[in-house]
């Protein structure tokens, strides 16, 4: 009997103490979109990347709160925030990350202001309301809510603001890992990256960014003779970067899979229809890839793309005047390299597909980033995963990103970072309200209920058992 009552005892005290740092989620999440407004109407665009007012806003708001805070930059516009909420030091910290930067638009293809960040049918419309202005308003929120509940930590929690995501880490991410690592060093980190699929205001799955492609810029230089565009040469560079970009737009380099896409093949296949699922399940057999990857390459080519490094002509440059024949002849190659891939190794096979020796080809510049990748068997991806089924229900997929982040600079530097996200419509970015897009939104709700999973992460992760 003594027994019982002890375990009673145990089990409805533990209960009660979690009860007792649970935010007052009305009060929380109206907080939240007030915050989350006013950052969206900071023209925060890069170029040319003015990230102080959000930034000063942010900071302003934790300084208030009591919490340790301080901006560090390289460039005075363009600060960090960093916040740390102390724990016991029994675990390394977890640190949470947003960029205040935004890209550029084009005010003229906007319904709504892009810097207004207009409530409209449930939805906020602005400029970073999924990228990345979501994120950075949940994480500002967590930690203001993890001081005021004064939750009892096992881990620091950190919080970075960073600027300079969009194409100028060497204001943000860069700065801060090459010059006060210290302040933000963590074992676990959450960013963006992810998010939760809605297909017709359903929610099917939740992708959770664990590895991504590495980002080169490819230049091929074509020469010949130059000469009178009346007489046809069959040394014209013109012709010969054409084929070029023929051969290289026609070879397909070897499927080559990694724990991420492996896992996300996987578990695609068991929500997916009969059909679909074959295709998925086929890629992780080298004997049948081949056919999924034909379909893929014409019907998904997202998901040709996570099968191999890829190769995107996007520049070509070539001539002067109609009756010239140019001496030479260039073009640009979005190259995205799997994160093992041997750069190297991979330029000589491009040379050998294109077979001729008037190519030059070689790197050009271009903000990369290094690789790493997180594993999926570690204590955060657990608690992602049990945060995705409480409150969305669905399955989670790792997945590579063909695109990039920051992120990638922390795991080079052993953090494990996981990118997430709240629930977005499949369908927006077909219609234009996607991140990047001209009409970007998010709902109201799924910005509330990315809150209460967020914080049921962190506090997963960093309370104190």
């Known amino acids: 009997m003594r027994k019982l009552l002890v375990l009673f005892f145990i089990l409805t005290h533990a209960g009660t103490t979690a009860q007792s740092y649970m935010p007052i989620w009305d009060v929380a999440e109206e907080e939240l979109l007030n915050h989350f407004r006013e950052l969206l109407q900071f023209d925060t665009s890069d170029p040319p990347g003015r990230e102080l007012p959000a930034a000063q806003y942010i900071y302003d708001i934790l300084k208030a709160e009591g919490i340790s805070v301080e901006m560090l930059s390289t460039d005075s516009e363009r600060p960090n925030v960093v916040a740390r909420i102390k724990g016991d030091g029994s675990q390394e910290p977890l640190l949470i990350m947003a960029h205040t930067d935004v890209v550029n638009v084009d ?16 939805y906020v419309y602005g400029r970073g309301a999924v990228d990345d202005k979501d994120n950075l308003a949940v994480g500002l929120m967590t930690m203001l809510e993890l001081n005021r509940q004064k939750v009892p930590l096992a881990r620091d929690v950190i919080f970075l603001a960073e600027s300079g995501e969009e194409g100028a880490t060497e204001y943000g991410i860069e ?56 007489v046809p040469l069959q040394s014209n560079s013109v012709v010969r970067l054409a084929k070029a970009i023929s051969a290289i737009a026609d070879w397909r380099s070897p499927i080559r899979l990694n724990e991420t896409t492996f896992t996300y093949f996987e578990r695609l296949a068991s929500i997916s229809p009969p059909d679909a699922g074959e295709r998925y399940l086929a890629v992780l057999d080298s004997g049948r890839a081949s056919e999924a990857d034909e379909y893929f390459l014409a019907y998904e080519p997202r998901h040709a793309s996570m099968l191999r ?36 190794d991979y330029l000589e096979q491009i040379r050998g597909v294109i077979g001729d020796d008037s190519i030059n080809v070689s790197l050009g ?13 570690t204590k955060a991806f657990a608690a992602i995963e049990e945060g995705l089924r409480t409150h969305y229900g669905v ?21 494990q ?34 809150l209460r999973f967020h914080w049921d992460v962190v506090v997963d992760l960093a309370a104190s058992k």
């Not at 005010?107 to 449930?122: C, L």
């Not at 510049?365 to 068997?377: K, W």
């Not at 399955?395 to 080079?412: C, E, F, K, V």
């Open 309 to 344: 490094s890829s190769l995107s002509p996007t520049i070509f440059d070539a001539g002067y005047r109609i009756n010239v024949i140019p001496s030479e002849s260039a073009a640009s190659i979005d190259f995205r390299a799997l994160p093992d891939e041997n750069i190297e």
């Open 175 to 230: 700065f801060m890992v090459n010059n006060h690592f210290d302040q933000i060093d963590a074992e676990f980190c959450l960013a963006e990256g992810g998010s939760v699929s809605r297909v017709n205001r359903e929610v099917v799955y939740a992708g959770v960014q664990t590895v991504e492609k590495l980002p080169y810029r490819l230049e091929l230089v074509a020469t010949g003779v130059a000469g009178h565009g009346s």
């Open 107 to 122: 005010p003229s293809k906007w319904k709504f202001p892009p810097f207004s960040a207009t409530v409209d049918g449930g």
């Open 365 to 377: 510049q271009r903000n990369t980033r290094p690789p790493g990748q997180a594993s999926i068997n």
């Open 395 to 415: 399955i989670t997929l790792p997945t590579m990103s063909t695109g990039a982040t920051d992120m990638a600079y922390l795991r080079a530097r052993g953090v």
């Open 417 to 450: 970072c996981y990118g997430i996200g709240p629930a977005i419509d499949r369908e927006d970015a077909a219609l234009g309200f996607g991140a990047h897009s001209d009409q970007e939104r998010i709902l109201i709700s799924e910005l509330n209920r990315f």
